[in-house]
């Protein structure tokens, strides 16, 4: 597609269950990433896959928390034992990648937004 | 780690004025990166900035970069209902790794009224 689909847009789970988030990055971009946005706050960075290497899990709130990313293609977000705290909008973001001068934008999808009863 | 701090959190514009918004970083900016976002959408990538007295211009929107106050600032003349939206800014932090990560800002909600 030409942008970053994510899905779904809207999710409503009890606590307690597992939920699992998609991301389909534009077609290309080497790089992934994935950010949470709690209401009224800005973004925050969770985890984020480049290529092949290991994926930088750095800002993982807790070991509830897993992402897979298959080569260069669809990522998912696991988040197991929802917490009521894990409400927010979940948002993934691609870009073509690895350059180390950060001069490549990070294009968004729209969000899933996680709602924990 | 870096922190961003934008001013005002909040701004209520007339239509047709003009406004700016700033972002603070506490440390050295490699890139600096400005997007848009309305309530439930995605962000909306306006600019990027990565020189030290660097501006660009889209539209009736124009950001600059001054490296040594590590600071940039977005002005938007003679605004429009359609400015309306959470202004964010992010910053490229880049480690021994090479790895790139963006540390955003808390945002600047602005609305604009008739």
């Known amino acids: 597609g030409a942008g970053v689909s994510q899905s779904p847009s809207n999710k409503v789970t009890e606590k307690g269950k597992d939920v699992e988030l998609r991301c389909d990055p534009i077609?290309?971009?080497?790089?992934l990433y994935w950010y949470r946005q709690r209401l009224g706050q800005g973004l925050e960075f969770l985890i984020y896959?480049?290529?092949?290497?290991?994926?930088?899990k750095s800002g993982l709130p807790s070991d509830r928390f897993s992402a897979e990313r298959t080569g260069e293609s669809v990522s998912t977000l696991t988040i197991q034992r929802t917490q009521q705290e894990d409400s927010a909008v979940y948002l993934c973001?691609?870009?073509?990648?690895?350059?180390?001068?950060?001069?490549?934008?990070?294009?968004f999808g729209d969000g899933t937004r996680l709602s924990i009863l | 780690s870096q922190e961003l701090e934008q001013s005002p959190q909040s701004l209520i514009v007339q239509e047709g004025k003009n406004l700016t918004i700033n972002c603070t970083s506490s440390?050295?900016?490699?890139?600096l990166y400005w997007y848009k976002q309305k309530y439930g959408e995605g962000l909306i990538f306006l600019m990027m900035?990565?020189?030290?007295?660097e501006e660009k211009s889209h539209e009736k929107i124009t950001a600059k970069l001054d490296e040594k106050k590590q600071q940039s600032s977005l002005h938007i003349t003679a605004s429009q209902p359609s400015h309306a939206g959470i202004y964010l800014c992010g910053a490229v932090t880049i480690s021994n790794f090479g790895n790139e990560k963006l540390t955003f800002g808390t945002g600047t909600r602005l609305t604009i009224i008739p």
């Open positions: 900035l990565q020189k030290g007295g």
């Open positions: 077609s290309g971009h080497t790089a």
């Open positions: 440390k050295t900016l490699y890139g």
């Open positions: 973001a691609s870009s073509l990648g690895l350059s180390g001068q950060g001069n490549q934008p990070q294009h």
């Open positions: 896959f480049q290529g092949n290497s290991a994926p930088d």
